[in-house]
């Protein structure tokens, strides 16, 4: 039986950061999805804005520090069997010529800097429903788009 908890949909917040022409991806561990590659994010907090999530949870978990956020989209999934719901909101997020420390080794085996058309395997699921959702439109993954802008933030 589900608890109260998790029948309520989670927010999460991630931040595509783009130095270079590649992507910043982590391998988590000792969470849902562990073994898959994602990016650095986590959960908005009350009362917290998605732009100041995504920069809190960079430096959290990365120690990096952004210089600018853009709205890029949402997804919607169904993760563990339809046991958790998460709306993700995808943040693309610019910083310095600085490199990634790992801050939680509890939560991720490190970070590494992958070029677009060659992300590893598995990719965490939210970023999946992302990248089709973003192909099906016709839209660059990485550029925000006006309407995301206008409508989302």
């Known amino acids: 039986m589900l608890s109260s908890m998790n029948t309520i949909p989670r927010i ?44 809190r949870e960079l430096a959290e978990e990365t120690g990096l520090v952004a210089q600018n956020t853009q709205p890029l989209d949402f997804v919607e999934n169904f993760l563990e069997g339809g046991a958790k719901h998460y709306i993700t909101f995808f943040m693309r997020v610019e910083i310095d010529d600085d490199e990634p420390q790992l801050l939680e080794p509890e939560k991720c085996e490190g970070w590494q800097w992958f070029f677009q058309e060659q992300l ?18 016709g839209k660059d993954p990485f550029k925000s788009s006006d309407i995301a802008k206008s409508i989302l933030f």
């Open 12 to 55: 999460g917040v991630a931040c595509l950061v783009i130095k270079d022409g590649k992507i910043l991806l982590g391998k988590r561990k000792n969470a849902h999805g562990e073994g898959t590659w994602a990016t650095p994010g986590g959960h908005l907090q009350f009362g917290e804005k998605i732009a100041a999530c995504a920069i």
């Open 120 to 137: 590893p395997s598995p990719l965490f699921e939210t970023i999946s429903t992302y990248l089709k959702k973003r192909a099906l439109e």
